[in-house]
Nanobody, 114 residues
Framework: QVQPVESGGGLVQPGGSLRLSCTVS???????MAWYLQTPAAQRELVAA???????NVKDPVKGRFTISRDNAENTMYLEMKDLKPDHTADYYC?????????WGQGTQVTVSS
């Protein structure tokens, strides 16, 4: 299994929280990893990235609201999202960063709605 596997999405009310998980192959253990989001009719947008040593880069629109982390021993990456808003409704994908070989998973859907 080379493609990442995302999970943890769902329906949440505005102001709520979710934690997304991404399980990856061990071959990516020395790679930076990233989360992207995609809304209908839009391109995927980078949300956050984390390198193998844990250094993080979160894009300004979600800084302070989203936290990226990884557990190298478990080959898992996380995206903790809090104070969610309807604008955060999207499909979320994880991948190596940069994703030069197009390793995309199926994504996990997040819907923020009352």
């Amino acid at each position: 299994q080379v493609q990442p596997v995302e999970s943890g999405g769902g329906l949440v009310q505005p102001g709520g929280s979710l934690r997304l998980s991404c399980t990856v192959s061990q071959i990516f253990s020395n790679c930076a990893m990233a989360w992207y989001l995609q809304t209908p009719a839009a391109q995927r947008e980078l949300v956050a990235a984390v390198n193998p040593s844990g250094t993080r880069n979160v894009k300004d629109p979600v800084k302070g609201r989203f936290t990226i982390s990884r557990d190298n021993a478990e080959n898992t990456m996380y995206l903790e999202m809090k104070d969610l808003k309807p604008d955060h409704t999207a499909d979320y994908y994880c991948c190596p960063f940069p994703n030069t070989r197009n390793y995309w998973g199926q994504g996990t859907q997040v819907t923020v709605s009352s």
